[in-house]
């Protein structure tokens, strides 16, 4: 009996092992863009969550200041561009630890028992787009680029990386079973 507890809980911890090696994103990228000033410094410029599907997209902008102009947004991939508005947006106060983490895409950051004087003025915008299904390809793949662009030629862009988002899977689902078993397999013998 001993030994089926065993066979189990290896063959468990295989298949999870097995499933998080190819994890990939669940659609929601972010963005850290930024102006490249003389000399080769960078002056952050805000940040910017997608959750994107096969035929649209979803956005989350901030532009903090000292940028206050009005910009059109461009997403660059090797298959091509995609531009879309930006809207009206709305001013906002991001304060906290985890100022500019603020995605309603991504599950809350943790709770800290202290708190941060971070404080950052900017202005925040939402909206969605449609999104070609091979610029969505290259967005997953981790190759593409956000730009934003003023008519004042103020020039902000960044990398749009993709985020993992943990969620149960079939094996974590397969591990919390086995685990299940081989506790009430013990507690008969």
Request: a negative charge.
């Amino acid at each position: 009996m001993q030994t089926l507890i065993t066979k189990l809980s290896v063959a468990a911890v295989v298949v999870l092992a097995t499933s998080l090696l190819p994890a990939r994103g669940q659609g929601v990228l972010r963005a850290t863009f930024s102006q490249l000033q003389p000399g080769g410094a960078q002056l952050l410029g805000g940040v910017g969550y997608f959750r994107v599907g096969p035929q649209n997209g979803d956005f989350e902008v901030a532009v903090i200041s000292p940028f206050t102009e009005s910009f059109t947004p461009t997403i660059y991939t090797p298959a091509g561009s995609l531009a879309f508005s930006l809207g009206a947006g709305e001013p906002r106060t991001y304060s906290g630890c985890y100022a500019l983490e603020f995605s309603t895409f991504l599950p809350p950051p943790p709770i800290l028992p202290y708190d941060c004087d971070n404080i950052t003025w900017g202005t925040h915008y939402t909206g969605s787009f449609s999104l070609p299904s091979d610029i969505f390809s290259e967005l997953l793949a981790g190759r593409g680029e956000f730009r934003l662009l003023s008519d004042s030629g103020t020039f902000l862009s960044g990398t749009m990386d993709v985020v993992l988002i943990p969620e149960p899977s079939t094996a974590g689902l397969f591990l919390c079973g086995a685990i299940a078993l081989s506790l009430s397999i013990r507690r008969r013998v």
